[in-house]
């Protein structure tokens, strides 16, 4: 660790902890809260917002004339001010940087907050949640609770958040944020002891203004300091979370290349319509509800009349009961599993035994309870 | 020090080809250094995650009908630039301009999109 980071690190944390102690103190009427108090945020915190140049085009990269998004990322792994260590950390996210087949899933913290996706702040008194559109979610808690204790934490791609509303500043450290480059490769591969605070707040309708610093003395030659431009979102006031619901993903390698798929191969099987039934009147179902033994098994058919519909379970083998459709008033079919059922009268039209197919065809047969 | 530099410089501008579509994939399998323009007929418009395809029907100067998978961003930001799930339908004629698949597949990544007047396909919003 240099002398350098050690002292402005010390010099950092010398100017945070009094602002928290006295933000702790000062807010609510001078008792010890961090709590928002709703009355004295001030600004307009609602709506969606977006790191400064991070709108993309239509194809979802930088807006044409606009800076790159790499660039425009200033929490992405090229920014920081790398030790040695630091440097010798950043081989995945080039390695996966220069792999065509490098998918993301997310942003993580800290570079959700400097990402090409809108998030938006949920403000309640004890907790500030910051969700962004890809489901990156960040849980501040603002009750004056304290991070969770070394042994009880795990590090994650978000961190252990907890703030302290002073008016309408929010100063939010974050502890426990882990690397995760199959997540997001891009975001710094600083140590598990990183230490974040930022203080942000509107200083103008429409513009949130974050000072952000970094501390990790295992990869920083000295903190890192962030000065973050938060604008509303000036073509989108509606969180749409669909970042990870990837069924049109055509992205396939072929001869060691990334390509795009054929179209045909990203489809979604056609999916038979639904198979129509017949309607029976509640007598003509009651007429076949009872329980059932299969022959030469233990197991047990058991069939049941919930309003208009019969439902059968297949004990032990599906312990679950299933809606049934009517073919006639004998023969039912399960439209969710496939099983079939023809159930067999005696003389005196008394249902006895059934007969029919499991899911794969197999037959089936078995004799009514007595 | 100046090695350190060097190396950073180095690595934003390779990376500058390798950063995902806002999430996704990485851009590495188009040919940014080149454009390819078509006018075509919309088969399909796919307006899904993580990334939507305008599949194109063009004639090739063979006279042959080949398909092209044109693709885009997720619904979201093509939603932020004013595009719809209906904003094309299938018999649309238009023109695109794009980046191509490096594997000379009919593919390519989207650049600019017009109806054929020469409306632009964007910002309509």
Sequence with gaps: VSDRFAATGMAIFALAAPALAWAQASNSQGTPSCAADMARIGGDWGGLWIAENMEVDMNGREMPGGVPLLHGMKFSALSAPWSDEGWSRIGDTVRMGLSEATNIGGWSYPLMMSSPAPFKFIISPGETAIISQYRDIRYVYTDGRGHEPDDERWATPWGDSTGCWDGGTLTIETVG???????????????????????????????????????DAETLTQPWQVHMVYLRHPANDRLVHDGETYENDRLVFEGGSATISDPADAVPAARSPARPS????????????????????????????????????IDPFRPLFLPMQADDDLSFFSPTDGVSIRFIADGAGRIRRFEGKSPDNTPIAGARDE | MRKKALLNISVVATMALACPAAAHHSGAMFDKGKTVSLTGTVREFQFRNPHCYIQLVIRNERGVDEEWSVEMGAPMHLRDRGWKKNTLQAGDRINVTLSPLRDGSHGGELRIATAIDGRPLRGLK
């Design chain 1, 177 to 215: 944020v882990r690397y995760v480059p199959a997540y997001t490769f891009l975001s710094p591969p600083l140590s598990e002891n990183a230490h974040f605070v930022e203080r942000m707040r509107v200083v103008a309708p429409g513009r949130i203004e974050s000072e952000v610093t970094v501390m």
């Design chain 1, 278 to 313: 017949v309607e029976l009147s509640a007598a003509q179902l009651d007429r076949v509800v009872g329980s059932y033994t299969f022959d030469g098994t233990p197991a047990k058919l058991t069939i049941e009349r919930r309003g208009d519909r019969l439902f059968s379970r």
